[in-house]
């Protein structure tokens, strides 16, 4: 079997930088080994840039790309989402074509891995066809008690429809302020040991709105329909409201985290050494901003050791589907983060939160795609 043997000015493994590390990959691009240079032999190809596994996007919704360019950047949280459930109801042309255009998307800029949030099948068939691994994250969306078997229902039906065509799937929880309490209890028992993920904290309306039953999100009730608050006063933040649900073991995506605290990030961590829990933080930086203009607090999150991964969420949220774009932002806004730290969130950091021990590293025998990235944060693929 014919060797290619890669070298740039930089290798990152998937954990750390090797210096003067030549990447060997079979003709499948299945990892052979890393190397010194002067054990590589000859015919050495060498790139400018450096050379690492392929990203992993923990979080996106590849079925809503249709939506490029629908919605208002920068005007907050309660606001997209008023104008995303508007432009949902209307009927688009190409919305397939738009689905598979963001995928090959994707895979170009060098993502090897997707946790993938849908609400429908509209992106299933994309994801057969696709050379990127999918996991697929059904969302439940369900306001009141009373209906949430029906809504439950719903939801496992597009999980069953994913899991026959032989994709992984899971039911997950959309956000705290569109699950009632049924709804949290039952997504517990059906998750035991799961992968799962929620939009944890995107905005300060709505800690507001679990220790008030006040704020914006009352337009987002008004708009399905009811004039007051649906989810209960707790009187504490959104995170402390929500988190206790989950008994089971899970690993969890928190995802976004724009405007979590301190008192929280503690609390999430003494609730999961309880409950056997694994949290994972992902940030969507890009995201952020394209939605409530602001950054989570990272160093927060690295003070208290949290599990840091990332994600692009979809085109309805940002400009591209670029992890390296989301790492560029990350290393302008905060020029302290090491580029290996940011490197291994996107890399192995998210194949380990996923249980993909396949991806993301140069291991002997793993596939994790192969990539090159330049100092621009511009991106090829090599395998």
């Not at 290798?11 to 060997?24: A, D, K, Q, S």
């Not at 996991?135 to 209906?147: H, R």
Request: a negative charge; one cysteine or more.
């Amino acid at each position: 079997m014919q060797y290619r043997k890669l070298q740039a000015d930089k290798l990152f493994n998937g954990h750390r930088f090797v210096e003067n590390g030549v990447l060997i990959i079979n003709a499948n691009g299945r990892v052979e080994d890393v190397v010194q240079k002067d054990e590589a032999g000859e015919e050495i190809e060498k790139f400018s840039g450096t050379l690492l596994p392929g990203f992993i996007n923990c979080h996106c919704h590849l079925e809503l790309s249709y939506l490029k360019g629908a919605v208002t950047p920068k005007k907050g949280l309660v606001k997209f989402i008023i104008e995303v459930v508007q432009a949902r109801k209307k009927i688009y042309d190409g919305k397939e074509d738009a689905i598979a255009a963001a995928a090959a998307e994707m895979y170009k800029n060098g993502i090897s891995g997707v946790a993938d949030i849908a609400n429908t099948t509209d992106a299933l068939e994309t994801k057969l066809i696709s050379n990127i691994e999918w996991y697929t994250l059904v969302e439940v969306l369900s306001f009141l008690d009373e209906t949430a078997p029906e809504r439950l229902s719903f939801f496992s039906d597009v999980k069953e429809k994913h899991i026959k065509k032989g994709l992984a799937a899971v039911l997950t929880p959309h956000a705290p302020y569109s699950v009632s309490a049924a709804t949290f209890k039952a997504i517990n028992e059906a998750t035991e040991g799961a992968v799962i993920s929620i939009h944890n904290q995107e905005t300060r309306a709505e800690d507001e709105l679990f220790k008030t039953g006040k704020g914006p999100f009352l337009d987002v009730f008004e708009l399905i329909g009811s004039s007051t608050s649906l989810m209960q006063v707790s009187g504490k933040s959104s995170l402390q409201t929500w988190l206790p649900y989950f008994t089971n073991g899970q690993t969890i995506l928190l995802v976004h985290n724009t405007c979590i605290k301190e008192e929280d990030i503690v609390f999430a961590k003494e609730h999961a050494a309880i409950y056997g829990l694994h949290l994972v933080y992902c940030l969507c930086p890009n995201a952020n901003v394209y939605i409530e203009n602001t950054l989570p607090p990272i160093d927060c999150l690295i003070k208290h050791n949290c599990q840091l991964v990332l994600g692009t969420d979809s085109y309805s949220s940002n400009w591209q589907l670029s992890i390296a774009a989301e790492i560029k932002t990350l290393k302008k806004e905060y020029p302290h983060i090491a580029l290996e730290t940011l490197l291994s969130w996107a890399t192995s950091g998210g194949a380990k939160a996923l249980g993909w021990n396949h991806l993301g590293l140069f291991e002997k025998g793993k596939k994790p795609g192969v990539i090159i990235m330049d100092s621009d944060f511009l991106v090829q693929r090599l395998a």
